[in-house]
């Protein structure tokens, strides 16, 4: 029998969580390089203990701003929660909604990936969630390849800061062992060693703290274009909520929001009333209609 109890999920690149009430459940399996958030999805639930639901909320990376084919996402939750209402979720509008709450301004979440979702008095803005291919600018994986990529030229003798290639040294010899350089698990890899360059460039490492500023000022960016995306100007006070397991880094974080600052100086950082899987909590319980194409139901 189905539980009353909305279940929520948040699939990111690096994991997923599931919450449920009280209870939640953490799977280092997220949605890998290329592939689609329904896969992902799938993976995860046949790897974690059995729940019930009668109504779910999705939050996913991977839609790029635009939720497409809600029905495949909820015979899904039908077939592993008996779920017979889902609400499939844009993770940017799930992290917009839980640390906002309605309120305008911008909620900026930096994961492996990157998205920017932004509200002004009931329209919406989507910025970046691109994928690591073509977009995530200032994210996890964006900050880890060009660390990488940096400490193996150095490696090469394209470059001189020897500091950057002895801090990175073990990544080197990682890369070395990887028998597919450029696929799935050379982007996990990327991913995984974001907190390492952030942990370098406050140690004082050169090359290190160039590949931050300038994560800084590409996120920055993407904060001010969501602004006036959704239609607010640089005159207005929004509130920007910076947030995900990259922005943890108290350095990253304030970088950011003076870069921010530059361009839009009457915005507020303020910190988040909540996660993304409080954003489909909220969803899941007063919004019964779609917001497309950043949330659609199926039932």
């Known amino acids: 029998m189905a539980s009353k109890e909305v279940l929520t999920v948040d699939l990111g690149q690096s994991g997923c969580r599931i919450r449920q009430g009280d209870f939640e459940v953490s799977s280092d399996r997220g949605k890998l390089a290329g592939e689609m958030p329904l896969p992902a999805l799938q993976a995860v639930f046949e790897s974690v203990q059995k729940l019930s639901a009668d109504v779910v909320a999705l ?5 790029n701003g635009i939720v497409l084919e809600p029905e495949k996402y909820g015979a899904l939750c039908a077939e592993f929660f008996g779920a017979t209402k889902v609400a499939v979720i844009d993770d940017g509008f799930a992290g917009f909604v839980g640390a906002l709450n309605g309120r305008n301004g911008v909620v900026l979440s930096i994961g492996g990936g990157v998205v920017s979702v932004g509200g002004h008095n009931g329209h919406f803005a989507h910025r970046d969630g691109f994928g690591s291919t073509f ?48 696929g799935t698990e050379a982007a996990t890899f990327a991913i995984k060693t974001a907190q390492k360059v ?7 490492v050169s090359t290190a703290t160039a590949i ?54 009457h915005a507020i950082v303020v910190k988040s009333a909540g996660d993304n899987l ?22």
């Open 212 to 265: 931050v500023d300038e994560g800084a000022f590409l996120l920055a960016q993407t904060v001010v274009s969501t602004w006036y995306g959704s239609g607010g100007s640089k005159s207005d006070s929004p509130e920007i909520v910076i947030q995900g397991g990259i922005a943890r880094n108290a350095t990253y974080a304030t970088k950011i929001a003076l870069e921010i600052n530059e361009k839009l100086p």
């Open 198 to 204: 952030l942990d370098a460039a406050d140690a004082g």
């Open 59 to 63: 939050s996913c990376t991977g839609f």
């Open 278 to 299: 409080d954003g489909a909590l909220w969803i899941a319980n007063n919004m019964p209609q779609d917001a497309p194409p950043l949330m659609r139901w199926n039932r």
């Open 135 to 182: 977009g995530d600018e200032g994210g996890g994986f964006w900050l880890g390849k060009l660390a990488i990529t940096k400490a193996l030229g150095i490696r090469q003798g394209r470059g001189d800061d020897q500091e950057m290639l002895t801090y990175f040294a073990d990544e080197c010899i990682s890369y070395d062992s990887l028998s597919v350089k450029n």
